[in-house]
């Protein structure tokens, strides 16, 4: 099992300081991944600058296999095999929507990654707070007993202020695929 915790970092510089991400993942050898993203906005507005899907409802969420959820709010992962340039983005909407890609190699292969069954997304939001949590199976796509390299990033729409990028850390761009910023086991 692998457990890993972290608050994540923005890269664009004019993110206000009253905005926090965290991010949890805790990879388990039975061949299923859990990952939890908070969002914290301290300002007196909440988390009402944040453009979310409409009718977001606490609790399970039930959403469709979905293309480009990255060009809005959306929590992500990326892990990778130790030791090969194949890697695996994972895309979470706070609507329940998702999608799963592998890469043969840096931004290049492409192609969805069919899962067993969907993922369990679950939400819960309040006036500064926004939850997701979400459990997938890897098996059998990924190699039991194999710990990833991996990366834990968000993409925060913030309307007519764009878009922000948050990861556990970045390279000199905001580039989540970018290898030299996943964690190695």
Known sequence: MLRQASRLIPFEQSVPLDVQITAELVWKSDGWLELSYGVLALATAGI???????????????????????????????L??????????????????????????YRSGQEAQPLRCDPHIQLQRRHHQ?????????????????????????????????LSHWALRHGEQADFHDRNTFLKP
């Open 130 to 162: 926004l939850r997701l949590d979400a459990r997938l199976p890897l098996a059998p796509w990924w190699s039991a007993g194999v710990c990833p390299e991996l990366s834990l990033t968000a993409v925060i729409d913030k309307g007519a202020e764009g």
């Open 80 to 105: 990778g095999l130790p030791g090969q340039e194949s890697y695996w983005e994972i895309n979470l909407s706070p609507c329940g929507d998702w999608a799963v890609y592998r890469f043969t190699d």
């Open 48 to 78: 009402t600058p944040l453009v979310l899907p409409e009718g977001l409802m606490d609790g399970p969420q039930h959403g469709q296999c979905k293309d480009e959820l990255w060009t809005t709010t959306c929590f992500e992962a990326f």
